[in-house]
């Protein structure tokens, strides 16, 4: 058997042990995501996130900021992936909303819907709650009950321009007219830039 040579014996210790020594762990690679989605540097966040995952794959944040990181970057279906995964891991309301406002961008709106619903404790005191949940109603065709939702992201936020446009669109499909134009003119006010075409289209 051939002897291992001392000048390689010191490589090894020069060169080898420090680089081991220096790699990244899980929670620091997370950690340079982080740092990089506040800087908006979106794709080399999922790089950093995907090492993460593949350092500690029982971690259910790491899943949830790539999958947040992955929604930036308009990719919704895998966004959804990653949200479900860390959903797997730990059930969080958290989650569950950002994953409803995914699914709605890809036009599942029915799954989204149970996602917000899932979410309600969570997220019940805030308008965008509301607002996502009645957007689900209004194209699953549930006019009224995307009213209410609206009412209620109103109620809460009495300048939320776009949950005036979108309630007066559902009171047109039902046949309030009236009421909807009162919402347009509102949403005018607030400085929609859609109000206007809608209010010449049904108001005058």
């Known amino acids: 058997m051939k002897?291992?040579?001392?000048?390689?014996v010191v490589l090894l210790f020069v060169y080898v042990i420090p680089i081991s020594g220096?790699?990244?762990?899980?929670k620091e690679f997370s950690i340079a995501g982080l740092q990089k989605i506040n800087t908006k540097d979106y794709t080399n966040a999922v790089v950093d996130f995907d090492n993460a995952v593949k350092l500690d794959s029982t971690n259910d944040t790491y899943y949830y900021y790539r999958g947040l990181v992955k929604a930036l970057l308009k990719d919704y279906k895998d966004a959804i992936l990653d949200y479900s995964k860390s959903l797997s891991l730990k059930p969080n309301e958290k989650v569950n909303y950002m994953r409803g406002i995914a699914k709605i961008e890809t036009?599942?709106?029915a799954s989204a819907l149970d996602d917000f619903n899932a979410s309600f404790d969570l997220k019940k005191d805030e308008p965008g709650f509301y607002y996502f949940r009645g957007n689900c109603k209004f194209h699953l065709k549930n006019m009224q009950g995307s009213i209410e939702d609206y009412d209620k992201a109103i109620e809460l936020n009495k300048d939320y321009a776009k949950a005036y446009v979108v309630r007066a669109v559902?009171?047109?499909?039902i046949g309030q007219n009236a009421s909807a134009c009162e919402d347009l003119q509102k949403a005018k006010q607030l400085n929609d830039d859609t109000a206007e075409e809608l209010i010449?289209?049904?108001c005058q």
């Not at 002897?3 to 390689?8: G, H």
């Not at 220096?22 to 899980?26: D, E, I, K």
């Open 3 to 8: 002897k291992i040579s001392p000048f390689l």
């Open 22 to 26: 220096c790699s990244q762990s899980a």
């Open 170 to 173: 559902a009171k047109i499909d």
């Open 200 to 202: 010449k289209k049904y």
């Open 107 to 109: 036009k599942d709106y």
